[in-house]
């Protein structure tokens, strides 16, 4: 009997920590989706790089993410299928294409881009759940985003992709 009540405990606790989040971790919602994330880490490592990607870019008149309004006022049901494209988005497409001669840079791309890779994985499993539905918008909006980076050349689309990494990130933590 006692043996039951400490393996209980053992696994309530369990359970309780492995919904916890690590420090600096922080649980954001996307629709019906929760995705615990470093974003810490992913905005340390993006400001550390940010000025000299941002150098990196030549058009300063367009945007990836920003042209009109591709980010602005999207529904709650449609947040994680969006962030689902975005960070396949990333993944496939702009951290392959983002590399400099500087090895400190290319590091801190590669941190950002195994974040971006392990938060992926997650969204993923949302989206094979039906927590992730794509409506209308959503597309809508992820096309645009396509058709702004497929404008520009790969490696000026990735680099102005990245440097616009903060724009994502802002729009992440704002809770609908």
């Not at 929760?34 to 790089?49: C, D, H, K, L, N």
């Not at 150098?55 to 602005?72: F, G, K, N, Q, V």
Request: net charge positive.
């Amino acid at each position: 009997m006692k043996g039951s009540h400490l393996f209980l405990c053992l696994f309530s606790l369990s359970c309780w920590v492995d919904l916890t989040p690590t420090a600096g971790n922080k649980i954001l919602h996307f629709g019906a989706c929760r995705v615990s994330m470093s974003m810490t880490e992913i905005r340390a490592g993006f400001t550390a790089i940010k000025a000299n990607i941002q150098a990196r870019d030549p058009i300063r008149t367009l945007s990836i993410l920003s042209y009109p309004h591709s980010l602005h006022k999207v529904n709650s049901s449609d947040r994680c299928c969006i962030t689902h494209h975005l960070f396949n988005f990333y993944v496939d497409k702009v951290f392959k294409h983002c590399k400099t001669e500087d090895s400190y840079v290319n590091r801190k791309i590669s941190s950002i881009a195994n974040s971006f890779l392990s938060i992926k994985r997650k969204l993923g499993q949302c989206h094979e759940k039906n927590q992730c539905m794509c409506g209308q918008e959503s597309t809508e909006k992820f096309k645009q985003i396509l058709a702004n980076y497929e404008g520009l050349n790969v490696t000026s689309a990735a680099m102005k992709s990245l440097g616009e990494l903060d724009i994502l990130l802002d729009w992440m933590e704002k809770s609908p």
